[in-house]
């Protein structure tokens, strides 16, 4: 039986059926590929917590002046907090930013644009590191608090 003997009706059901056909291997496709994207997201989630709410990103320090120090070759945007007084600062390459004394707390955060290695150090008045943190992360982020004991 050629195509050509088909009524009409046969034809659309055809199309249909072959639609239908199409749609449901797109969904079951689609199925599997946002259950990957959903594992794939859940593990980077995990990794993010796991490296920007680490205890280890939190330190103990006495009340006095510090500064923070990035290492990068990348830009690099940084957001902090110290005892209620907000800046901003954008960057490239490495930088020394002084935080001013502490005297209850300092949130850093710094958003490193690009690729590739960064360490941000924080830095006592006398020149001692008492504090810091590396991300390889492409576009990755360091947070830490320093909390005056």
Known sequence: MALDDWSEGKKIVAILICIIIVISVMGVVAFFITKELAKTAENITSTIIENTNSSENVFSVDQGKYKVKIETDN????????????????????????????????????????????????????????GESINSFDNGVVSILLNVD
């Not at 930013?97 to 690009?114: A, E, P, V, Y």
């Open 75 to 130: 830009s690099w945007t940084s957001y902090i907090t110290t005892d209620s007084k907000y800046s901003q600062n954008k960057g490239s390459g490495s930088k020394t930013i002084n935080l001013g004394t502490i005297n209850r707390f300092s949130s850093i955060t710094i958003n490193q644009k690009g690729n590739g290695f960064m360490k941000v150090s924080v830095i006592d008045s006398e020149g001692d590191v008492v």
